[in-house]
């Protein structure tokens, strides 16, 4: 895991509604005891009475990829885990940057050569993210909020490089991500 003191990681939460109570809240998996993710900022768990929010900022994987191992080998399955022993409670609404585009649509250009080569869009990050929508969770999988209404959508990103000034364009990326238990949802 990176130093925590190195980390530029960080995750935040709001509630406006009045008369919606919050049971708990518990930061970098803390409710589960000691492990190796506390310090990194990376996750606020809400409590309320009916479901649990997690907000979430992912592991990005680095420049070179240098922290893709950590990232597919330790974080997501802990997080996959994690959500399911939540799930068994009451249904979850994991939002964030997940740091990864997972379907062809959900990137600008898909085919280009350097893709799989590059932090969030290698094969191992978004084969681990199919994992996590097809977690276990109370009957159901785990569902992508805005693929369940927007099943066909190209376009819709979260992100583009500064760098390149490709939200002129829309060269983008969607990392952001709303994964909500399946129960939340109507199945046909």
């Not at 000034?165 to 060269?171: G, L």
Request: proline share 6%; hydrophobic share 30%; net charge negative.
């Amino acid at each position: 895991p990176q130093d925590p003191n190195e980390s530029s990681s960080s995750t935040s939460n709001l509630k406006k509604r009045e008369g919606i109570k919050v049971e708990k809240i518990s930061y970098d998996f803390e409710d589960e005891g000691p492990n190796p993710f506390t310090g990194e900022g990376r996750t606020i768990t809400v409590e309320f009475d009916k479901f649990f929010f997690v907000c979430c900022y992912v592991p990005n994987s680095g420049e070179g990829l240098v922290r893709l191992d950590y990232r597919v080998n330790e974080w997501d399955p802990h997080v996959r885990s994690y959500l399911q022993a939540l799930s068994a409670r009451k249904p979850i609404i994991f939002g964030g940057d997940m740091n990864v585009g997972h379907l062809d649509a959900d990137i600008h250009n898909p085919t280009a050569k350097h893709i799989s080569k590059q932090a969030g869009l290698t094969p191992r990050e978004r084969e681990s993210f199919s994992q996590l929508l097809a977690t276990p969770s109370n009957g159901h999988t785990f569902v992508d909020a805005f693929r369940f209404f927007h099943p066909d959508a190209k376009g819709q990103f979260t992100y583009w490089s500064q760098r390149t000034f490709a939200r002129k364009d829309n060269r983008g990326l969607r990392l952001d991500y709303f994964i909500c238990s399946g129960d939340l949802f109507p199945h046909s």
